[in-house]
């Protein structure tokens, strides 16, 4: 089970922007957080994965998806430091980028203890699950105007309701959102 806590993008910014936060997991938030990866994605992504020409990654173990590879949305900005990240460590297109070491990938629970430990630095009061970077990149970029049906598509999730479960929405917001379209209510109501 994983924490229902949301970051704030001052909360990221602030993590990233650490004096003393290690490359290595500058890049373990951004693999998390842009492209919205769960934690078993972002730790099989490989070196040879990330694909700059079409500004996106190759997810090949995503959830129920064996054998299967998709193609996941990351803006240049983030892959171009991915990109040197990788660089820099001298690794090869089979090595992974999450790391334990150079020739294994890290595994979920270390990357937990390493993002929670991160973040007690920006936020001592705050507990967070490693499915908080996904869970609040989908709340950043809802409120940021993309459609749910996007937010869902870069989640890779099969229906919607499954993405709904991931944002805070309340009444309140449905009933102002409302508010500035152009309701097929109004008309009806007219004649009511």
Same mark, same amino acid.
């Given at each position: ?5 949301? %970051? *704030? =993008?001052? $909360? ?10 290690? #490359?290595?997991?500058? /890049?373990? @938030? ?6 919205? %990866? *769960? =934690?078993? $994605? ?10 700059? #020409?079409?500004?996106? /990654?190759? @997810? ?133």
């Amino acid at each position: 089970m994983y924490s229902k806590e949301w %970051l *704030r =993008v001052e $909360e990221i910014e602030s993590m990233l922007s650490l004096p003393n936060l290690e #490359e290595k997991y500058e /890049i373990w @938030i951004l693999l998390l957080y842009v492209p919205a %990866l *769960r =934690v078993t $994605e972002a730790i099989n992504v490989r070196d040879r994965d990330l694909d700059l #020409e079409g500004e996106s /990654i190759d @997810i090949w173990k995503g959830k129920g998806k064996d054998g299967y590879m998709e193609k996941v949305p990351c803006d240049i900005a983030t892959l171009k430091r991915i990109k040197r990240y990788s660089q820099h460590n001298n690794l090869r297109p089979n090595d992974y980028i999450m790391f334990s070491n150079k020739s294994g990938k890290v595994h979920r629970s270390h990357v937990y203890k390493v993002v929670n430990k991160i973040l007690q630095q920006v936020n001592p009061d705050k507990t967070i699950g490693t499915h908080t970077f996904r869970r609040s990149r989908a709340q950043h970029l809802l409120d940021s105007g993309l459609p749910l049906v996007y937010v869902s598509k870069l989640l890779r999730h099969k229906n919607l309701s499954t993405t709904m479960h991931y944002l805070n929405v309340s009444v309140t917001d449905i009933q102002r959102e409302m508010e500035k379209i152009s309701d097929p209510m109004d008309k009806i109501s007219a004649v009511i």
